[in-house]
């Protein structure tokens, strides 16, 4: 009995001891981990990467790896957006164009017969397309590639030829800019003038059927501008006719007078007539500014925007 409690006690005084002794040495160990471990640093020499090991010893010396060059690529700059013009030949779409152009857009415009015969440069600068927008068919190549469309068809005649033109047209255009994916649509439309409505009753008609399908196509880029007469020198054949020197007096009197304009029957024979250039730079603008809000513009708003850099 005494012999087997000698081996217990033996037995466990040696296990102890083994244990103390591995205790300290797994304390070393993990003291010299500490020291070597601490405070990270990468150094960088030519294009290898080092960890702070000691350089004494060259086991623990990292394998340097090589960071190779990033390949320098050539991005080809954005080209300018592409307006379409509708009417770009006429009084307030050859306004259009020309400021258009001078904001450093590529413009191109439809026409019946092609390029118009038109002597000025900024005629040159623009792309012509032959097309007739009452024949579908004929005009939808010239809505690929461009990013807006601004309308500025319009015409007077009969009742049933009014509607046509203001109206048919203008609606064939909108679903053929709609199908092509195009971002933004421009309608110059008219304000109302009361009973002059009635009396050209195909002219109106015409503006709010093409204005409604306008809002239906385009919910979220499409803007309908309401001038009421436009003014500025207009060329008919080879007779200039300057329209402003009765237009812009009249601006004058009545831009201040908008509450005016909300009393029966006379009020909106009291609408402010508004430059052409004035809507030809709110129609550039509405068509390349993806903040412009959509919807309807009167001529109040046009004159504010055109106002504003």
């Not at 579908?136 to 007077?156: E, L, N, T």
């Amino acid at each position: 009995m005494r012999s087997a409690v000698a081996r217990l006690i033996r037995s466990s005084s040696a296990e102890t001891s083994r244990l103390r002794k591995y205790t300290l040495t797994d304390r070393r160990m993990e003291s010299q981990q500490i020291r070597t471990c601490s405070s990270p640093v990468l150094l960088k020499t030519g294009n290898a990467f080092f960890s702070n090991a000691t350089p004494s010893d060259p086991k623990n010396i990292e394998e340097p790896f090589k960071v190779e060059e990033a390949e320098t690529v050539k991005v080809t700059p954005p080209s300018p957006d592409k307006l379409l013009v509708l009417g770009g030949s006429g009084f307030v779409g050859s306004h259009i164009c020309k400021e258009a152009l001078d904001s450093g857009f590529v413009v191109s415009s439809l026409n019946r017969s092609g390029k118009p015969s038109i002597s000025e440069s900024w005629a040159d600068k623009v792309i012509w397309n032959q097309g007739n927008l009452l024949e579908p068919a004929s005009f939808k190549d010239a809505m690929g590639d461009v990013s807006a469309v601004i309308s500025c068809v319009g015409g007077f005649g009969s009742n049933s030829f009014m509607y046509k033109i203001n109206g048919t047209a203008n609606i064939n255009a909108i679903r053929a800019a709609a199908e092509k994916g195009v971002k933004r649509f421009v309608y110059v439309s008219a304000a109302d003038f009361g009973l002059v409505n009635y009396l050209l009753k195909g002219y109106y008609e015409g503006k709010r059927a093409a204005e409604a399908e306008l809002l239906s196509k385009f919910t979220y880029g499409g803007v309908i501008l309401r001038p009421g007469f436009i003014h500025g020198t207009r060329q008919v054949g080879s007779v200039k006719i300057p329209l402003g020197l009765v237009g812009a007096p009249m601006q004058m009197v009545l831009q201040n007078a908008k509450p005016l304009a909300r009393l029966p029957v006379v009020g909106p024979l009291l609408t402010p007539p508004v430059s052409v250039t004035s809507v030809a730079k709110v129609a550039v603008r509405a068509a390349t500014d993806p903040v412009f809000p959509p919807g309807i513009v009167d001529v109040h708003g046009i004159m504010r925007y055109s106002e504003q850099n």
